[in-house]
Each structure stands twice: as structure tokens, then as C-alpha cells.
T-cell receptor
């Protein structure tokens, strides 16, 4: 079983819609959770981090964490064509310094 | 501005040659990482270092070597033993464990180095 799993997509949404990206993880001891955005040919850029159960909002982005279900999601409201990218989910354990990445979900926002 | 600098951005190598990719950070981070990304693939960990003069192998260390002589620097050498080195290489850093045992902080990436073997 992979440490972190994401649906590879592609996910397509119309401009202005809500995009929902999902991620599951296998280690119940996981501590910290991150969402990165990666444009084609560029390096990943951190957009959200979440450490406790519940929702965390930052502008048009909302991260949701449910540790009981081992599930973390990212909602993008009012999606824009500039949101078209691959979104990577990353997880760390309680100890150690490794970050475990999913393979990413490709999102296309259609104008 | 604080950040992570990778060089070169593009590199071409002939088969049988070793090449070294540079990574420098001025974020005062303890932990540094090297990842490899192939087209349409996720990130795979090559090596990581939690502290100066110490580093650990990641999932795909064969054919690569690193050093961590200074906190700011974590160069990666792609040796001729690496059978398929053409890829996008990403250096990253995080605060690391600091004085405690718990992982702290987020991971930040450099702009990457794209290596092509001719």
C-alpha cells in the first residue's frame, strides 16, 4: 500500500466552479499535511498546510483534514484557468524528517 | 530574499560522465532533500540530510552521491552508475527537527535542475 494516494485525474471543472481534490494516507501516526501546486515544467509551490482535524481556509483554498478516516482534501472555490496545474498531497510522520508525496492530481479549469 | 537556489537549471551530460548539481539555501533550515521527478510521475526521494555531516539514503539512492559539509549547501552528484539519469531534479529544505524529535515546518523547493543525457 502506498504511503499517500491521490486520484491522478485529469479533473476538469468549468471556470467559477468548486474543484475538489482528495488524498488518503496509510500511516495513522501521520502528523502534518500539505498541498502543493505544480505548474508544468516548474517546481512545486506550497499552497496549504494543515495539522489538526477540521477545515483551514486561505483565500479561495480550503484544506480539510479527517484523521479518523485518514483523509485530507483541498477545495478550490471560484476556480480560475490559472489554477490549472498538478496538485500534490504530502504527509509527514510524527518523527523523522521525511515527506511522503502522492503522485498528484492534474486539474484543468475550462474558461 | 530567502530561498533555495539550484544550479544549473539545464544540464546536458554525455553517457559515462559524472555531473554535480548545486543546491544552496539561506533559510537557516537544518534539513535538506533531493528528489527526482520523471515526466508525469510523482516525486521520488534520492537522499536527505537532517544535519551537517550526516545524510541518509532515500528510495532511489543508487547511482547518486551527496555531501553536507555546510548547513547551507547540499550538492548532488549523478554518477555514471545511474542508468537512466535524464530527469527533473528538485532540491528542498525544511526546518527539520531542531532541538526536539518532532518534525516541524513545511518543505520548500528550489526551481529545479533539468538533466538530459545525450
Amino acid at each position: 500500500q502506498k504511503e499517500v494516494e491521490q486520484n491522478s485525474g485529469p479533473l476538469s471543472v468549468p471556470e467559477g466552479a468548486i474543484a475538489s481534490l482528495n488524498c488518503t494516507y496509510s500511516d495513522r501516526g501521520s502528523q502534518s499535511f500539505f498541498w502543493y501546486r505544480q505548474y508544468s515544467g516548474k517546481s512545486p509551490e506550497l499552497i496549504m498546510s494543515i495539522y489538526s482535524n477540521g477545515d483551514k481556509e486561505d483565500g479561495r483554498f480550503t484544506a480539510q483534514l479527517n484523521k479518523a478516516s485518514q483523509y485530507v482534501s483541498l477545495l478550490i472555490r471560484d476556480s480560475q484557468p490559472s489554477d490549472s496545474a498538478t496538485y500534490l498531497c504530502a504527509v509527514t510522520r510524527l518523527t523523522g524528517n521525511q515527506f511522503y508525496f502522492g503522485t498528484g492530481t492534474s486539474l484543468t479549469v475550462i474558461p | 530574499d530567502g530561498g533555495i537556489t539550484q544550479s544549473p537549471k539545464y544540464l546536458f551530460r554525455k553517457e559515462g560522465q559524472n555531473v554535480t548539481l548545486s543546491c544552496e539555501q539561506n533559510l537557516n533550515h537544518d534539513a535538506m532533500y533531493w528528489y527526482r521527478q520523471d515526466p508525469g510521475q510523482g516525486l521520488r526521494l534520492i537522499y536527505y540530510s537532517q544535519i551537517v555531516n550526516d545524510f541518509q539514503k532515500g528510495d532511489i539512492a543508487e547511482g547518486y552521491s551527496v555531501s553536507r559539509e555546510k548547513k547551507e549547501s547540499f550538492p548532488l552528484t549523478v554518477t555514471s552508475a545511474q542508468k537512466n539519469p535524464t530527469a527533473f531534479y528538485l532540491c528542498a529544505s525544511s526546518k527539520g527537527r531542531g532541538q526536539g524529535i518532532f518534525n516541524t515546518g513545511e518543505l520548500f523547493f528550489g526551481e529545479g535542475s533539468r538533466l538530459t543525457v545525450l
